[in-house]
């Protein structure tokens, strides 16, 4: 079968050893790749209940049929595991080299489990694979160790590394590459830290398995033309996603004073145009013809690559306005490997939590030097950092009562830069995401500002498993960046026509649909397997936006009714086939073939 290898590389870091596994064609037709294997591989080789920081825990790298092959912004792969941030699905999307040279490799996914005794890197071409000593790269930034490792490799390979935060298994600790790429929120890096792992480099020289090369070049061919005749192309390559932060001030969407507030008057000291003027220089991911990173010079004069999530989350979220700042705190979390959203949320939750005196210490609204300084004591877990380092859902725990309204997370990810006072539909994105509060399976937002904003309608509902199927379901299985599409409008025909010249199986959206929804259900059953008690409330956004209503802006005096918000989260339980408390039903998991959860969730009591 053309479009994947069906092969997948299998690590054992506890006995040293490595071996190739077939991949079941079924397999593949029914989950794609990306995320779709990954969750189809956690479902099988984690023991359910198994403690996230384990050597039990399974680690995957997956790419898809699409990913790493001549066509646009496809250099993404999906780095996965069960989180110890919520100890569900946890899953991020990064844009490497490490997608290009994994898709040359020969396999479709890296199967990382046990835990090394010192520490390694993997080193993988094609079918040589060997675990090496890391130890004079243990302790190391991102930046160092990649530094090092092509000099020991050379400059044609692909790198996954963690800093020193993955290392000390902060909750939040992310995988790095390319010096400014970051994935895997859910501390994807910290599972990789937890095996004593630093590093992934890979080196692919085979030539993908392809259908029809001739039509692919064309179709994408067509497609990157498009791209660039894209009304908003120039902006797009000028801003970025930068240009989001005057966007979302319009809105009243800008986290501001963690989340209290959607509109901050100093948004100006971080805006994307103000960013324009100190731009220099510009980075993509392979084949992508719309590069959207932005790089500038921070307060020391270092080069730091900034996106809107990050300079919202460390700059309006915590009241820093100056971007020069800002951008030196992405560095240092790019360097260690923290996840940018969780610890602007983190430190956005001590600095209220300090205003209020739930903490003894005094932490200041927008004061750099001590932003500075906790930054570093996150990634190495000292003192206060210490505290940080375990995210906004234990700190909340552990300071109890009114600390728990202002804890900014759903089943433990921290929201990422949208406040949704003043948005239903963004807030029930957040609430039904398969990896917690993040924006990727549905930026519903953009619909809902041009709609009914306050509307708690039926219609946004179906637009929400739309979104979600396409985005969290077609993008993350294919797996290419979604860009291309959000931001400039490329017609989605062109990726199932991809798919299939690509495969050499004619794909319908009825069929992409139904993958998306089998994806979405077992991740479903995967959460409920994990978490002996499920309850739906586990889909309710953060407290705050129920209970504490905007001050300032258009949308003053405005929070989310809970009432509404149920009968929403009842409409998209039902559009997915889950019963009311979110359970899959039994006749939804038999039309998805999904009949092997069942005794699972048996066991957990959801199921009779
Ligand atoms: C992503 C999340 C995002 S989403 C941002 S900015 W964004 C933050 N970026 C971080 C960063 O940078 N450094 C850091 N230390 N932490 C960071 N945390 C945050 O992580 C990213 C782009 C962006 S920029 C977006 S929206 C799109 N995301 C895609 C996606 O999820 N899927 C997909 N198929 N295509 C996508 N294209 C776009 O990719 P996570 P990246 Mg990212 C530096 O990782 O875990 O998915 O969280 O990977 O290569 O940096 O590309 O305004
Ligand atoms: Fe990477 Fe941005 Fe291009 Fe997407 S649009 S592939 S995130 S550079």
Known sequence: MKGWWGRLLRVDLSRGKTSVVDIDKRILLDYIGGRGLAIRILWEYNPPGVDPLSPYNTLVIASGPLSGLPLPSSGKLVVASKSPLTNGYGDGNIGSMASYHLKRAGFDAIVIQGKAKKPVYLYIENDKVSINPADDLWGLDSFSVEDKLVREHGKNVGILTIGPAGEKMVRYATVVSQKGRSGGRPGIGAVMGSKNLKAVVIKGT???????????????????KKIMEAEGYDYWVRQGTMA????????????????????????????????????????????????????????????????????????????????????????????????????????????????????????????????????????????????????????????????????????????????????????????????????????????????????????????????????????????????????????????????????????????????????????????IREFDGWSKYYDYPPARWFKHPLTKGPYKGVKLDPAKYEQMLQEYYALRGWDSNGVPKPETLSKLGLTFVEDALKRVGVLV
């Not at 030539?207 to 497609?223: F, G, I």
Request: proline share 2%; glycine share 8%.
């Open 206 to 224: 085979l030539q993908p398995p392809v259908h029809d090369l001739d039509s692919l070049r064309k179709t994408a061919e067509e497609a990157y």
């Open 244 to 527: 989001t932060i005057v966007w979302s001030q319009q809105n009243s969407v800008l986290p501001t004073m963690n989340f209290r507030e959607g509109v901050w008057e100093e948004y100006e000291g971080i805006s994307g145009d103000l960013m324009e003027k100190l731009k220099v220089d510009r980075r993509a991911c392979p084949y992508c013809n719309m590069g959207c990173g932005n790089v500038i010079k921070d307060e020391l004069d270092e080069l730091s690559e900034l996106d809107y999530e990050n300079v919202a989350m460390l700059g309006s979220n915590i009241l820093l306005g100056d971007l020069r700042k800002v951008a030196d705190i992405n560095k240092l979390a790019d360097k260690y490997g923290l996840d940018t959203i969780s610890l602007g949320n983190s430190i956005g939750f001590l600095m209220e939590a300090s205003e209020k005196g739930f903490v003894r210490e005094r932490v200041e609204w927008g004061d750099y030097k001590v932003v500075r300084e906790l930054t570093e004591d996150v990634a190495f877990r000292r003192g206060l950092g210490g505290f940080l380092a375990e995210g906004v859902m234990r700190m909340s725990t552990a300071l109890g009562g009114e600390a728990l309204e202002f804890a900014m997370h759903v089943k433990g990810l921290e929201v990422s830069a949208y406040d949704c006072h003043a948005a239903p539909a963004m807030a029930l994105a957040y609430g039904t995401s398969p990896i917690g509060a993040h924006h990727k399976d549905a930026w519903i937002i953009s619909y809902e500002v041009r709609t009914d904003r306050l509307g708690y309608t039926r219609e946004k509902v179906e637009m929400l498993v739309y979104l979600q199927d396409v985005r969290g379901g077609m993008f993350e299985s294919l797996t290419v960046c979604r860009l291309p599409w959000v931001e400039l409008g490329l017609d989605l025909d062109y990726y199932l026509k991809m798919l299939s010249h690509v495969t050499g199986i004619e794909w319908s959206w009825g069929m992409i649909r139904e993958v998306a929804n089998r994806i979405y259900t077992l991740i479903r059953a995967f959460w």
